[in-house]
């Protein structure tokens, strides 16, 4: 990959498309294959992103910022090759405009181009066998990122190394030479110049001396500054800082690829207040927060380790944080599982501790805990670190070996790890089990998989006559469902498949779970002053006037919000949001209205 960082401080997006292009399954998956300039060229390119559990089609047009003529962002020396540009705008259109773009993490750009799971590391922390556990990450398709923080942005040591950098890792040798073995990585610079001095340079290493044509060979040693170098393990303890890891979470669609991903196990949650609770563990409300049960029953196959643990991450992360203006402090506590009960009380955890729990609480998008326990089972607590805060989260699991699907009551054989919802939600008095859902789906869909409006209509009022909500089917009317389709519809066809119907039906657990907290009587119905905490427990701030609307427009004679009108309601301001975000390219308000002009506008729709 040969691309030139333009006038925007994005060196991080750089690396990790840097780390993507080694392997061009991942690359494909993010820009789909045969779209050109030529044969039926429209003017719009396809990109794909992971954002939250699923993978996001993003669409822009041709037009790149120019100045006297030359491309003002990232760009190709090749003149007639645009496609890292066209990326990196449909990254700033998923991100809300370039200027998002200015100053970020490596760690997540990696994220939402693989759907992995990311790591941050200090250099301090890493384990003593440096070269094995590198070894062991690229072995399972790690994407490794590493900088220098220590000194001026993008300035450079004494030894060529730039600080605030980011740089790739891309693999790790025993280099035989004359002298004996030395342990050695291969780093990437993804401006494509700017190397390494120190020893075993390119150009100053009088080291290479020492080493074989044959062994220079088998290293694919290019003598030339390419950004591309090598250099001893030693080395780049001293003059990195921090590891940036993606672990991937999908097997690479790659001819002779050995590389084993972790095998994942994915579920969403909310923290509503009143239900959820922050504070730390021995703290009375904490047990208010949701709780994962965890099963682990089959050791690493490992001869190293005489403990005979098993090996897993554990990823909470908080989800459109920057898109509501506030970041949360999230952490992570993993207790053993009572041998009687899936589900840990107040009592109990006024007593326990902790086998695992991340160091502190943390505002970063996504907290990750490393961690080798003994087969067993455990309770996973997400949790913020605050009393009543609001927030959507995903929580992932990765395991060493495969996760059977089987019940965690009775584990058979192959079950390896498991992570069961635990009954703090209360959508699980009125909704369906994920089961009972997917059934659901199947019974309603048409012979193709496709749900249309009238098909949503019956499936949902099925769903939700077995619950505590029964009786508001009543409310729900075929306009609702014809929304619903629109919104979530992601390919213009009027009617949803089962991902984008399973992406509506987690919206609709979530707010669920807040209609039936702030409905306080009980009675199936919010009162019009409980409907703003509930949309900012939802993450969504209006001012007056949109409640003036909400009033107007979603409300019954009554001044009530229905179960169905305020999932009607949610979803449309949801949307809304959304489509704002993705039509102000720039992330300055250059769509000629203001967010709160467009809320009031489309309100009225």
Same mark, same amino acid.
């Given at each position: ?51 939250? !559990?699923?993978? @996001? ?5 041709? =037009?790149?910022?120019? /100045?006297?003529?030359? *491309?003002? #962002? +990232? ?40 759907? !992995?799971?990311? @790591? ?5 922390? =890493?384990?003593?066998? /440096?070269?094995?556990? *590198?070894? #062991? +990450? ?468």
């Amino acid at each position: 990959m040969d691309v030139r960082q333009g006038k925007l401080n994005d060196c991080w997006l750089l690396s990790a498309i840097a780390s993507l292009s080694l392997h061009r399954p991942l690359l494909e998956k993010v820009v789909p294959l045969e779209q050109s300039f030529d044969d039926k060229y429209s003017g719009c390119f396809c990109f794909r992103f992971w954002q939250y !559990g699923q993978w @996001e089609e993003v669409r822009v047009d041709d =037009l790149l910022p120019t /100045l006297e003529g030359r *491309l003002v #962002y +990232l760009n190709s020396p090749e003149k007639h090759e645009f496609w890292s540009s066209l990326l990196e705008k449909a990254y700033a259109k998923l991100k809300g405009g370039y200027r998002a773009l200015d100053m970020g993490f490596p760690h997540e750009a990696m994220v939402d181009m693989t759907g !992995g799971v990311a @790591e941050v590391m200090s250099m301090a922390s =890493l384990p003593r066998d /440096l070269p094995a556990f *590198l070894s #062991y +990450l690229l072995e399972k398709g790690a994407l490794i990122n590493c900088a220098n923080c220590q000194g001026p942005l993008e300035q450079r040591n004494e030894l060529g190394i730039m600080f605030r950098h980011a740089y790739s890792l891309t693999g790790v040798e025993k280099v035989r030479t004359m002298y004996g073995p030395v342990d050695m990585v291969r780093i990437l610079n993804p401006w494509g110049n700017t190397e390494w001095e120190g020893p075993w340079s390119d150009f100053k290493g009088p080291e290479w001396n020492t080493v074989s044509k044959e062994e220079q060979q088998r290293l694919d040693r290019v003598n030339r500054e390419d950004g591309e170098f090598w250099m001893a393990v030693s080395d780049f303890r001293q003059n990195f800082e921090l590891m940036e890891v993606c672990h991937l979470t999908e097997a690479l669609n790659e001819s002779g690829s050995t590389v084993q991903p972790w095998c994942c196990t994915m579920h969403h949650g909310n923290w509503v207040p009143r239900i959820s609770a922050g504070g730390s563990p021995s703290g009375g409300l904490f047990w208010q927060n949701p709780q994962f049960y965890f099963t682990l029953l089959e050791e690493d196959q490992n001869p190293a380790d005489p403990q005979k643990s098993c090996s897993f991450l554990v990823a909470l992360m908080q989800k459109h944080h920057r898109r509501r203006g506030v970041n949360l402090a999230i952490g992570l506590h993993i207790y053993q599982a009572r041998s009687d009960s899936k589900y840990l009380s107040p009592t109990d955890l006024s007593v326990l501790r902790p086998v695992l729990a991340t160091p502190a609480y943390s505002s970063r998008r996504e907290v990750v805990l490393r961690g080798r326990l003994a087969p067993g089972h455990y309770i996973i607590i997400p949790s913020v670190s605050e009393p009543n805060q609001e927030g959507a989260f995903l929580i992932r699991v990765l395991t060493e070996k495969g996760n059977a699907a089987a019940p965690a009551e009775k584990p058979g054989p192959q079950d390896i790890a498991s992570i069961k919802e635990q009954p703090s939600f209360p959508h699980l008095t009125a909704l369906p089990s994920p089961k009972s859902t997917r059934r659901l789906f199947k019974k309603h869909c048409n012979k193709n998989g496709f749900c249309k409006p009238a098909e949503l209509h019956d499936l949902l009022t099925e769903a939700i006559q077995g619950g505590v909500l029964a009786g508001s089917e009543k409310k729900l009317v075929l306009e609702h469902c014809k929304s619903f389709v629109v919104l979530m519809d992601s390919q213009g066809l009027a009617k949803l498949n089962w991902p984008e119907f399973k992406n509506l039906w987690d919206k609709i657990r979530r707010w669920t779970d807040i209609f039936l907290v702030f409905d306080k009587n009980q009675s199936q119905r919010l009162e019009y002053p409980e409907v703003s905490p509930a949309l900012k427990a939802a993450g969504i701030m209006v001012d007056d006037f949109v409640l003036q609307l909400v009033g107007l427009r979603y409300t019954e004679p009554d001044l009530t919000i229905s179960y169905p009108g305020f999932l009607f309601l949610l979803m449309k301001l949801d949307s809304m949001i959304h489509k704002f975000q993705a039509y102000d390219m720039v992330g300055m308000g250059s769509i000629t209205v203001s967010y709160r002009q467009w809320l009031h506008m489309t309100m009225y729709n």
